[in-house]
């Protein structure tokens, strides 16, 4: 079945550091790709999607290419802030393909930013 | 306000006193589904629903029922909680379609078993 697979944290940076976090997927057919993002004491918000090869999302400053030779969406930004400090989780979504579709995470990635 | 609330926030009960803890969404999504959130875990899918009166189990429904008998309502039930069942339970509804829509969350349930 689909799966998603997503880099381990936490991962702590400086203030204006670039930052990666890795995904990668396996799936059948066209699902679309996600990443939401978790504020502490909060539910998860969508981030930034696409939904299609070759597609780039961005939002706020991150962005992430759907890489179907890869099966990759990673999470970069250029120059992280304290703000952006929260949880990571990467998603695939097949809704709608069929009656065993779903929406499936990744374990998520803890980021954490010092000033 | 297009929303997904849950109830309770938060929630201590004690072992074997059934629960429930509602969700509702706003929307018209025939998609919802349960997760449970756990340190080093991430998000496990507890149960989904595709629409009214279809309900399909996730990664870990050992312990909990759910129904869905209208669309904008999906409680989960707890039967008969035990402490390995102490977690963050979250709420989320999507569209049923292939067009890349998002998943919409709660704030989240944060339960604890005693």
């Known amino acids: 079945g689909n799966s998603v697979t997503q880099m381990e944290g936490p991962v702590t940076l400086s203030e204006e550091a670039f930052l990666t976090i890795n995904c990668t997927y396996t799936?059948?057919?066209?699902?679309?790709l996600f990443w939401y993002v978790q504020y502490p004491g909060e539910g998860l918000q969508l981030l930034l999607k696409a939904t299609k090869a070759d597609d780039k999302g961005s939002n706020k400053g991150f962005e992430a290419t759907y890489r179907k030779e890869t099966t990759s969406f990673h999470l970069e930004k250029g120059s992280v802030q304290v703000s952006d400090s929260a949880v990571y989780f990467c998603a695939l979504s097949d809704l709608g393909y069929s009656s065993a579709s779903k929406i499936i995470f990744g374990s998520g990635t803890r980021l954490s930013i010092r000033p | 306000e297009a929303q997904v609330t849950q109830n309770p926030r938060y929630l201590i009960t004690v072992t074997g006193k059934k629960l429930t803890v509602t969700c509702s969404q706003n929307m018209n999504h025939e998609y919802m589904s349960w997760y449970r959130q756990d340190p080093g875990l991430g998000l496990r899918q507890i149960y989904y629903s595709m629409n009214v009166e279809v309900t399909d189990k996730g990664d870990v429904p050992e312990g909990y029922k759910v129904s869905r008998k209208e669309k904008r309502n999906f409680p989960l039930i707890l039967e008969s909680p035990s402490p390995n069942q102490t977690s963050l339970y979250f709420c989320a509804s999507s569209p049923w379609t292939p067009l890349g829509t998002e998943a919409f969350f709660g704030q989240g349930t944060r339960l604890t078993v005693v």
């Open positions: 799936a059948t057919g066209y699902p679309s």
